[in-house]
Structure formats: C-alpha cells, structure tokens
C-alpha cells in the first residue's frame, strides 16, 4: 500500500498491510515491469498523483491533485517525459470542481466560473504539449439519504458538459467517456476501451448525478435527533477548560475576538412543537438550540452565554455531532461533509492599508481543541481497534 500520510500507513499495518509505504512527490516506486513516479498537488492537501510507466506506455492518474496552471502542468510533464522517455498515453483526469463544502463553509455556491476555467486550461495544455487520451475520472461521491439534500450544491458540471468545454477549448485532444465499470487498456501506447468489462463492480440504479440546483443552502439537521446528545453543561465545561485555553495559547496579538459557538438539538416537524425556536423553510423547527460567545481579549480568555452580534466568526453543529467529535466517535471532517458543522468566517485585522485574516485562527475556531487531524486520528484508532476486536 502506497500513501502521502504516515497515518493511513500506520493503521493500515494494524490492519495486517503486509507493506505500507509513505511516499513523498516525485519518489519513484520499482516494479517488475515498470515503475510507479508520484506527481505533485498544489493544493494545500498531502496528497499526490501518480504515474505508471512501463514498456507498453505512460498512464498518469490526477487522482484528486490539484494541477495548478498551465505553466505547473508543463514543468510536471517535462519531469514525467524525463523520468519515462516520452510522453503521456493516457491522462485520469479530475473534471468536476470541487465545492462539497463550500456551503457548510459559507462559500459562493454558485458556478465556480474562476476555477473551472483554470482547470480546463490545464487539461487543454496536456493536449498542447504532446498527442495523448485524457479520460475524465475522478473520486466524486453523492451523498445518499438522510444527507441527499447537499447533492445539489455538489456538482456544477455535468460529464457532458465538460467534455462539450474541453472540446471547444482543445479539439485535437483525444477523449474517452467513461462509466462506473469500464476498463482501459494501454499497450505499446495503444489505449483501449472495454465499456463494463470489470468484474469487480456491479452497478446499482441509476447513475446520473444530481442536478445543480445551488439557490439554497441545505437546512442545518441533526439525524440522530434521537440520540441523547452531550449536555449544555458538558459543552460549557469543553468551552471553559478546553477550548478557550487553547485559543489563547494561540493568540498572537490582543485585538479583540468574538468567536460564537451555536449547538441545535435538532429538527422536529413544526405542529409537535410549541411554536419557539427558529421555523426552517421545510416546515420544521429548531429546537435545544444553545449558544455562546467566546470573547478572546488582552490574552485571555472569557466565556458567556448567548450570541453576539458583531461576532468575528460563528460556528453551528449539531447536538449529537459536536458530542460524537468530543468524545472520539467521529472527526470534525464527518460533521463538515454531512452538513452538521457550518461557518460564517468574518474575522480580519485592518493593517497595512488592507483587510487581512487573523492568520493564527483556525479554518472553523472548534478546531483548536481538538485539532482536525487530531479528530480523525482519534475516531480512527477507535474504529481499527473495535474492527480488531470484533473479527478476533
């Protein structure tokens, strides 16, 4: 097993990997036939793409890397035509921007007209710099039930429309379309495709993917309303002697900050319900909502009740979620790709004539304690070790 993180390699030895290799970009890999060459990402992510050269030819697979511009993509090519004695066959390309978060995190959700267009650029210098098949592929996933509704904020293009665009852009590019199932085969820099030849996927229902409907933003629900969720006096306990120390150990300056914590209960159908709380466009209201403001001043500290209007940044997650992150069940990555942890983010310094982020605060401040990968790690350790006990 190949990764960019030495904590996927850690567990996957615990979970009987008889080899788990940490590679770095640009760190090659020796095969019996051939040899596997990672390739750089340029987004903030640890994450690579990876080549496979061989006698028969050069596949490239984007994975989800991030390929940067024109100019990156010409350089990485070059490195790969070095390595490899000649060019790319066959490129497995990202084709769909990414936006999976961008309304938790209180980001534009429309058309991503800006990165879509650099993406395109990049895919069309492969073409320019030498004759070679690109393959639209990517790690997409849709959300199912009880977390559909954030599907329409997902996907702004359609395969049909990407290819559509990337043939505008680059004509002489060669192009296959791809299904859940297919095989590709490279052989003396022939590429061929075998439409659902894999015997290793069967396809289910319909594969079509929801449609871009970005005109709202999914209500904030708590699926496991059920589920008794950590106390309003535990969560004030985190704050006080978790939470807010960590932040001020963090500070670096003593600018005021105003840093809210919002934790909704959940959603119950409007007529069960005393008529408080917040009523959601569904027809559903918010019930158990709690809310606090941690006030970050001359080096402390303070933690009070209640919202407060000028805050710098708001925080919202659910009852049973922020419970689950506190105590190892889940990561606060979970919460953010099931809609249950939202951001509005407006924290700046005005110096030097500009607006400029608070560069010590974390992407969402619930970050601080505990940190994100933290999180992960920690749910993780708990899932292999009950995975191992229950198949011992």
Same mark, same amino acid.
């Given at each position: ?111 991503? @007209?800006? #990165?879509?267009?650099? /993406?395109? $650029?990049?895919? !069309? *210098? &492969?073409?320019?710099?030498? %004759?070679?098949? =690109? ?60 439409? @659902?030849? #894999?015997?290793?996927? /069967?396809? $289910?229902?319909? !594969? *079509? &993917?929801?449609?871009?409907? %970005?005109?709202? =933003? ?66 559903? /209201? ?107």
């Amino acid at each position: 097993m190949l990764t960019a993180d030495a904590f996927v390699a850690e567990v996957c030895r615990e979970l009987g990997f008889l080899r788990a290799q940490v590679l770095d970009t640009w760190q090659s890999v020796e095969l019996a036939d051939g040899a596997l060459l990672t390739t750089p990402s340029h987004g903030t992510a640890t994450e690579w793409g990876i080549a496979v050269i061989s006698a028969e030819g050069v596949a490239w697979n984007h994975v989800d890397s991030v390929l940067g511009g024109p100019e990156r993509v010409g350089r990485t090519l070059e490195v790969l035509r070095g390595a490899a004695g000649q060019g790319v066959d066959l490129h497995l390309a990202r084709w769909c921007p990414v936006l999976e978060v961008a309304p938790q995190l209180a980001g534009a959700i429309g058309f991503p @007209r800006g #990165s879509y267009a650099e /993406q395109l $650029r990049a895919l !069309a *210098r &492969l073409g320019a710099e030498e %004759p070679t098949v =690109v393959a639209p592929a990517a790690a997409s996933v849709i959300p199912n039930a009880p977390y559909d509704s954030l599907a329409s904020n997902a996907f702004p293009v359609t395969p049909e429309r990407f290819a559509r665009d990337l043939a505008a852009l680059a004509p002489s590019l060669n192009r296959l379309d791809l299904e859940v199932g297919d095989l590709i085969t490279l052989e003396r820099g022939q590429v061929e495709h075998l439409q @659902r030849a #894999s015997p290793l996927v /069967q396809r $289910r229902g319909s !594969a *079509r &993917l929801p449609t871009f409907v %970005p005109f709202e =933003v999914p209500v904030l629900w708590d699926p496991e309303a059920s589920v008794k969720g950590c106390e309003a006096s535990e969560i004030r306990d985190w704050l006080e002697n978790r939470l807010a120390p960590r932040l001020a150990a963090l500070a670096e300056d003593t600018v005021p900050l105003a840093l809210c914590l919002q934790v909704r209960g959940g959603l119950q159908a409007r007529a069960d319900l005393e008529p408080r709380g917040s009523i959601q466009a569904d027809g559903c /209201q918010a019930v158990d909502t709690w809310t606090w403001t941690l006030q970050l001043r001359g080096g402390g500290c303070a933690v009070r009740d209640g919202l407060d209007p000028d805050y710098d940044q708001l925080v919202t997650v659910t009852r049973t979620g922020l419970g689950r992150v506190l105590s190892g069940r889940s990561s606060w990555g979970e919460l953010l790709l099931s809609g249950q942890l939202r951001c509005s983010d407006r924290a700046f310094r005005v110096r030097d004539g500009d607006l400029q982020r608070v560069s010590w605060l974390p992407a969402l401040f619930v970050y601080a304690c505990p940190g994100y990968e933290h999180s992960f790690e920690v749910a993780v350790r708990r899932r292999v070790a009950r995975l191992l006990r229950d198949v011992r």
